[in-house]
C-alpha cells in the first residue's frame, strides 16, 4: 500500500477511534443517567471533578449556547475543508496528521449528537469552585487536543527550520572563509 493510501487509513481509523469512544461514553450516560444528575467517580476530586449529564446547544464546553445549527454547519464546513486539506499535509508532519483525525472525530461526534438529539450531550464536570465550572464531552477534549497538537508540530516545524536556516548560514560562511584562506 503506497504511503497517501495509509495516510488515510489511519486518518479515517482516528476519526472512527473518536467517534465510537465518544458515542459510547455519551450512549452510557444517557442510558444512566438523569440530566442535571452527578456522580462522583473518585471521591477525593469532589468537587474538582465530576460526571454531570447535561444537554449543549452551544459550541464546545457550552459556549454559545444558542448557536446549535450554526455549530452544526460550521463543523460539517471544517470537517470537508480539513478532509480537502489533508493530502497537501507534509508526510513529515505526524502531529498534524494525527491532530486532524481528533479535530474531525470530535467535531463530527458533536454534530451527530445535534442531528439525533437536537443537542450535545455532555458530563465530564470539571470546577474550581468559585472560578470556573464546565460540563464537555470526549469529543470536544479531542478537538481541543487536535488544535493543541497543531500548535506543537507548528512550533517544532518552526524550530526545525530555523536551526536549519542557521546551520545552512554557519555552513557556508565556512565555505567563504576556506576560499579566503587558501
Known amino acids: ?8 487509513l489511519i486518518l479515517l481509523f482516528i476519526i472512527a477511534a ?5 458515542q459510547a461514553t455519551k450512549r452510557i450516560v444517557m442510558d444512566s443517567m438523569l440530566v442535571g444528575e452527578s456522580r462522583q467517580p473518585i471521591p477525593a476530586l469532589v468537587p474538582y471533578f465530576q460526571i454531570t449529564r447535561s444537554e449543549n446547544m452551544g459550541a464546545a464546553f457550552g459556549f454559545l449556547p444558542q448557536g446549535g445549527d450554526v455549530f ?28 486532524i483525525g481528533l479535530i474531525c472525530g470530535g467535531a463530527l461526534g458533536n454534530a451527530l449528537d445535534r442531528l ?13 469552585p468559585g472560578f470556573l465550572s464546565n460540563v464537555s464531552n470526549l469529543a470536544d477534549h479531542a478537538i481541543v487536543l487536535g488544535v493543541f497538537l497543531i500548535f506543537i508540530d507548528s512550533w517544532l516545524a518552526e524550530r526545525a527550520k530555523k536551526r536549519a536556516d542557521s546551520l545552512a548560514l554557519h555552513t557556508s560562511d565556512e565555505s567563504a572563509d576556506s576560499r579566503f584562506s587558501d
Do not use: C, E
Open 116 to 128: 439525533q438529539h437536537g443537542s450535545v450531550v455532555d458530563f465530564i464536570h470539571y470546577q474550581i
Open 18 to 22: 473518536v467517534l465510537i469512544v465518544d
Open 1 to 8: 500500500m503506497s504511503r497517501a493510501g495509509r495516510n488515510w
Open 72 to 99: 452544526l454547519i460550521i463543523a460539517v464546513v471544517v470537517v470537508s475543508a480539513m478532509i480537502y486539506f489533508y493530502p497537501r499535509i507534509p508526510v513529515t508532519a505526524k502531529l498534524a496528521q494525527v491532530a
